[in-house]
């Protein structure tokens, strides 16, 4: 059974398309990162999967339907929404107290040795404490949340970059593991390049782009063109050109390393460039060529044409 | 589900090594209603100090009045005596009313606008629960501090007028006699109960605007109904809206007790007549709409 099965799934406010008709399959044990602008339905599409907002379309999580069954789903499944949703009154240990008290997967004592390496103290009031440890503080109950699904909406928003860092590693290190599935949508995409097994670009309520990360490694490569190869690296179809420091840096998809190596320097690209390369309105149309050239799936290559 | 500590470092998911005691989600809901709102045995107290400030003020010169007092009719005497102890008692009981309608007004709302709903609905805990531990507060809790506290406070005005006397050389006797603290606090405890199932339709308003209002919450409450009351007398010239309303407030009153005219004994207990009013039932009915509604919004509401 697949983690999280959504089929058509689709969210209108009003007259605004938030959600238009995703498919979305993820399995368990991965860790999805999806990336898009501000307004593009990430956090629709989460709300959706944790049961905060009705929908249109099929969506199961965990076998169960999110809409209907949130408290019964959210045994198996923990979410951070943002980094300020702890009530700001609430006690430390009221906080442990409570979620003891209600949660049939959570084990104390795993939170505390989590608390034990912060400098959180047990007496303190969230509002007492920092930004960053309150993050500290949620990270720590969730993570002693025996979860299959975590579900993290700009989990680190506003932090600083240690506490980034750390946030991230401690997930990492003392969460993850491969009966776990762990989704997360961040504005940070260089910190969870390296975490993520699968990506995924939303733009407007509609899938951008999809692939895990190994694909992204062999598909996507970046050179630095020397000044006399830019006509033929331009006839090979990148997807996006940029210029650094008067040179030419061109992206490809599907184009042999060897054949790159050949025109310049070639690097693995960030999720970064790939995200402006993908969302940048003037490369809409390489990608498409490059797509239908490579004779992908006619699915994808639309779903990028249509999204812009 | 109860597999061995020492499992709990490799917790996985095809291994649950996490301690299960049975949830109790409704019970730590309730608690935590208390965490937060410390307002629901806190304005209590600061009000019954205030009573006690009050009575404490009241009895300089009491052992002179006492006796002209018993030197008159007995039954001036007792209502004489009497009377502070009823002041308290109403005194916390108009307390509890006011800090319970606040308490529904703020219930639903304020998790939304610090936007800590987004947390609480990330626990598996149900929105019925999470209504129903709300809804208790003004039904069971309120009325369970309350009457601790009026016991305790005519408590203490009984134990210093009793010092005040014997020191005085005079007996307290005439106190306890006309105090009766046992048979007084059977009658608090029933009327505590009788007054809030009268009212819980005007909790159970007050946690639907909460949950469904997005700014002023209190407005949204008393304004449709000041507004209702105000176009049936300009428009009809009559208000029966008004008396409508006037009934839900203190209807309780003239149902669950009987006053004796020009008596100033304790008043009969009438549970009888209570538990027969329509009114009771009829408002428990529309209670439980609105409590209904409550949980069916906020599934639907997210943070402001």
Known sequence: MATIEARGLRKTFGTTVALDGINLHVEEGRILGIIGPNGAGKTTALNAVLGLTSYEGELKVLGRDPWTNRDELMRDVSFIADVAVLPRWIRVSQLLDYVAGVHPRFDRAKAESFLARTTIKRTSKVRELSKGMVAQLHLAIVMAIDARLLVLDEPTLGLDILYRKQFYDSLLNDYFDRSRTIIVTTHQVEEVQDVLTDLMFIDRGRIVLECSMEEFDSRYLEVMVNPEHLAAARALNPLHERAVFGRNVLLFDGVGHDQLERLGEVRRPSIADLFVAVMSPHSQNVSVSASRQRGEPAGQADQVGAAK | ?304
């Open chain 2, 1 to 304: 589900m109860n597999s061995s500590e020492t499992m709990s470092e490799s917790a996985g998911v095809s291994d649950p090594g996490y301690r299960s005691a049975t949830p109790q989600p409704f019970y730590w809901s309730v608690r935590r209603e208390l965490w937060e709102n410390r307002s629901i045995y806190v304005a209590p107290i600061i009000v019954a100090i205030v009573v006690l400030f009050g009575f404490l003020v009241s009895t300089i010169g009491l052992p002179e009045r006492r006796r002209a007092i018993l030197l008159g009719d007995p039954a001036k005497a007792r209502a004489a005596i009497e009377a502070p102890y009823d002041m308290a008692a109403i005194m916390l009981i108009l307390t509890a009313f006011i800090v319970g309608v606040f308490y529904c007004l703020d219930a639903l709302y304020g998790e939304r606008r610090d936007r800590s709903i987004l947390f609480w609905k990330s626990l598996p805990v149900s929105d019925r629960t999470t209504l129903l531990s709300k809804a208790t507060i003004p039904l069971v809790i309120l009325p369970l501090v309350i009457f601790s506290i009026v016991v305790a406070t005519q408590l203490v005005m009984m134990l210093w007028t009793s010092l005040l006397l014997i020191s005085h050389g005079m007996s307290p006797a005439s106190t306890w006699e006309y105090v009766p603290l046992f048979r007084n606090s059977f009658i608090l405890l029933y009327g505590l109960v009788a007054i809030a199932l009268w009212h819980a339709p005007i909790y159970g308003w007050a946690l639907l605007i909460s949950g469904w209002a997005r700014r002023a919450t209190f407005l949204w409450a008393v304004v449709p109904f000041l507004a209702i009351g105000f176009f049936e007398k300009i428009t009809f010239g009559t208000s029966h809206f008004a008396s409508m309303m006037k009934d839900r407030l203190m209807g309780f009153a003239p149902k669950a007790f009987s006053f004796e005219m020009h008596s100033v004994a304790s008043p009969k207990l009438t549970p009888g007549a209570y538990l027969s009013s329509p009114g009771l039932w009829l408002g428990l009915v529309v209670a439980v709409v609105f409590v209904a509604v409550a949980i069916r919004l906020r599934r639907y509401r997210g943070p402001l």
